[in-house]
Structures are given as structure tokens and as C-alpha cells.
């Protein structure tokens, strides 16, 4: 089986959780191949021909979208990123085709000029509503539903950034987190769904390495690679 994964982007040290994928994936039986660097958007989606999943580890949007910081918008010449029509395409037939997309932390803020991608994925950050905290303390994670992603797998406890108030779509979270400082509603970390043909899950976990080398978000990870390919 053959895996896509974008890669790359602002604020997060890519490099190190795609590595931290890599191995996950090869370790699955995975051959993989990584695409970098705001061509690697188009060359990374229009891979997905005869692949069997693709993988979103990065931060790639336009730097233009409504509410978007002037401090990123600054540097949308440089490092901003909207998929060809081609590529927007490509993953349609992908999903059609049965593929898998699993869609990994900042999936959710890429390719902001794209709706169809918060369509599959089922949810986007909004600028000026999703929001997180700082990184760390440890925040307690729930299992919340019952899927075969989070079958006997105990809460946890990790460090990450808890993304909160994502526009999601009908999705039934697997795993909530408390929101920090509020009686506010748990947030959905993990979900998945089927789109198009296809299989998807989103994991908003997953910010820095140490988040992959804790047990149950591994495992979760490992089976989340298996879902999406009905492996």
C-alpha cells in the first residue's frame, strides 16, 4: 500500500511529527512518500492516484481568508498555498475511489479557499473562533463514543494543544477533552467518518512528537491508519 503525506508549514516542527507518522505507517506495511513546501500541496494530492491514503500533516492555506492575523497574512507571497483545480479534483476521485484521508492536528486550518476539503474532513479552524490554549499543562482526554478506533482504550492524560470551537460538521467526537479554565462543553479531539466513497478521520492531537510517544494516541494512530484502508 502506497501513503501520501503532506507535510510542512508555520509554527510546528513538522519535520518531527512526520517522522513520527513515517514510522507509524512503515511499521503498518506502508510505503510512503513525503511531500514538502507549498508545491509540495499540488504534488502531494495529485500523488493520490492508486495510493491508498493520504495524509495531512501540515499547515497550508491561503494567508488571505477572512480573519486571517496580519502576521500571517504578511507572508501569504511566501508561504501561502491554495490546491489546483487538478489537485482539488484528485482528491475527490481519491474519496470516490475508496481511498482514506487521515487528517492529523492543523489539517483543520489548511486550504482555507477550499471548502470541500472542511466538507470531508468534517471540520475547519474559523479565524476568530477556534481557538486553543498555550501548550501544556497535561489536559485529560475521555473516550467519548463507542468505534473501533477507541475500543478498550483508557482515558489519558497528554500535552498538546486542545483545539476548541472548530466549524465541525456532523461528527460524533471519539475522544473530548475538558475546556481549560471553563464550564464550557468538552471539545472533540478524534472523529471519524465515511465521505464520498471513502474513509476519514481528523485527530486534533498530535502537535509535537511527545504527543506521538504517549501509549493510547499511538495505538489510536496505528488504528486510525488500518480504518481509513479497511486494513
Known sequence: MRAVVLSGGLTHDFPATTACLETLLEEAGFAVEVHTGTAGVDSALEALPGAALFVVNALRWSMTGPGTPDRYRDRAAEEGASPSPAAREALAAHLDAGGGVLGMHTAALCFDD??????????????????????????????????????????????????????????????????????????????????????????????????????????????????????
Open 114 to 231: 477550499w471548502p470541500e476539503w472542511g466538507d470531508a474532513l468534517g471540520g475547519h479552524w474559523e479565524w476568530g473562533h477556534s481557538h486553543h490554549p498555550p501548550l501544556g499543562p497535561e489536559v485529560a482526554v475521555t473516550v467519548a463514543a463507542e468505534h473501533p478506533l477507541v475500543a478498550g482504550v483508557d482515558d489519558f492524560a497528554i500535552v498538546d494543544e486542545v483545539y476548541g470551537d472548530l466549524r465541525t460538521r456532523q461528527v460524533t467526537g471519539l475522544l473530548h477533552a475538558a475546556t481549560p479554565g471553563t464550564d464550557g462543553p468538552p471539545r472533540p479531539l478524534l472523529w471519524a467518518r465515511e465521505h464520498g466513497g471513502g474513509r476519514v478521520v481528523y485527530d486534533a492531537l498530535g502537535h509535537h512528537p511527545p504527543s506521538y510517544e504517549v501509549p493510547a494516541h499511538r495505538e489510536i494512530v496505528r488504528r486510525a491508519l488500518r480504518w481509513t484502508t479497511r486494513g
